[in-house]
T-cell receptor, first 117, second 113 residues
Framework: GAGVSQSPRYKVAKRGQDVALRCDPI?????LFWYQQALGQGPEFLTY????????KSGLPSDRFFAERPEGSVSTLKIQRTQQEDSAVYLC???????????????FGEGSRLTVL | AQSVTQLGSHVSVSEGALVLLRCNYS??????LFWYVQYPNQGLQLLLK??????LVKGINGFEAEFKKSETSFHLTKPSAHMSDAAEYFC???????????FGKGTSLLVTP
């Protein structure tokens, strides 16, 4: 597609529910990133994929957070047993990183706003 | 680890006035530096980037930034603010091309008539 697409744009979950957030990166982009943005804060790194390989998951806040990218394209961020502190906007970004001439620019989607009640 | 500090969480300028948003970085290696803008309920859009070429970088919408190694700064400027510039601005740093960016906490720019 023309840009990074995320769904759903808005999700309301009851505490304890599981949620899944989807990211469809720009076609051909090797790298994919997930960020968490709390209200009034800058984005915080969660995890990074190069193709289907998850190369860095150091930013995932707990073992309730899980991300996958099985075919090296679409990615899903799953949050199990949601808590109120998980309420945030989850941003996905993709990049040409790994290809010749890339300067590391990340292209962001519009985000998925999660509200946990 | 690389990090950035944005001085001033809120900046208010009059329409037509100079915009100056401050960013200082911390990096043990030559950094890659970025400024992104975020409008309400939208994702982040790249304004400009520094990748060790020219120290004065020109971006979209009339913004520019100057990389000053001696001051470890990468401040964002625009000569004349427009109402449409009101948004949240984020400075970000990485030590490698295409690796994860570390973002500052952001500066909210308000433009008054």
């Amino acid at each position: 597609g023309a840009g990074v697409s995320q769904s759903p744009r808005y999700k309301v979950a009851k505490r304890g529910q599981d949620v899944a957030l989807r990211c469809d990166p720009i076609s051909g982009h090797v790298s994919l990133f997930w960020y968490q943005q709390a209200l009034g804060q800058g984005p915080e790194f969660l995890t990074y994929f190069q193709n289907e390989a998850q190369l860095d998951k150091s930013g995932l806040p707990s073992d309730r957070f899980f991300a996958e990218r099985p075919e090296g394209s679409v990615s899903t961020l799953k949050i199990q047993r949601t808590q109120q502190e998980d309420s945030a906007v989850y941003l996905c970004a993709s990049s040409l990183v790994g290809t010749s001439g890339s300067t590391g620019e990340l292209f962001f989607g519009e985000g998925s706003r999660l509200t946990v009640l | 680890a690389q990090s950035v500090t944005q001085l001033g969480s809120h900046v208010s300028v009059s329409e037509g006035a100079l915009v100056l948003l401050r960013c200082n970085y911390s990096s043990s290696v030559p950094p890659y530096l970025f400024w992104y803008v975020q409008y309400p309920n939208q994702g982040l859009q790249l304004l400009l980037k520094y990748t060790s070429a020219a120290t004065l970088v020109k971006g979209i919408n009339g913004f520019e930034a100057e990389f000053k190694k001696s001051e470890t700064s990468f401040h964002l400027t625009k000569p004349s603010a427009h109402m449409s510039d009101a948004a949240e601005y984020f400075c970000a740093v990485s030590d490698r091309a295409g690796y994860a960016l570390n973002f500052g906490k952001g500066t909210s720019l308000l433009v008054t008539p």
